[in-house]
Nanobody
Framework: QVQLVESGGGLVQAGGSLRLSCAAS????????MGWFRQAPGKEREFAAA????????YYTDSVKGRFTISRDNAKNTVYLQMNSLKPEDTAVYYC??????????????????WGQGTQVTVSS
């Protein structure tokens, strides 16, 4: 059974940092693009960051550029999202997603085939 399991969420003050992890099991995703999405209360799920299969290309939504860093460790079948200088507007459930093999990632959620259950990130002001 394929699973993506996020961890590392929590409550942090504005200006603080968190590191999210997404561990895959059931199959390897070392050739798949991976993405992080987030969904705030009452809002639609939105793209946050993505990385291609070998880590050579990364993509960010404008609101997180310069503050978030996506990375991956294919040997561990794990993707990370380092979040610095967090703001209250970053509060959301963060989801990890696995996309297509050997293709550059996209920003639309429908392109991704596998999803984790999400981890809550709450930033207090």
């Amino acid at each position: 059974q394929v699973q993506l399991v996020e961890s590392g969420g929590g409550l942090v003050q504005a200006g603080g940092s968190l590191r999210l992890s997404c561990a895959a099991s059931g199959r390897t995703f070392s050739r798949n693009a991976m993405g992080w999405f987030r969904q705030a209360p009452g809002k639609e799920r939105e793209f946050a960051a993505a990385i291609n299969w070998n880590g050579g290309s990364t993509y960010y939504t404008d609101s997180v550029k310069g503050r978030f860093t996506i990375s991956r460790d294919n040997a561990k079948n794990t993707v990370y999202l380092q979040m610095n200088s967090l703001k209250p507007e970053d509060t959301a459930v963060y989801y990890c997603a696995a996309g297509r093999r050997l293709l550059e990632p996209r920003t639309d959620a429908g392109w991704y085939d596998y999803w984790g259950q999400g981890t809550q990130v709450t930033v207090s002001s």
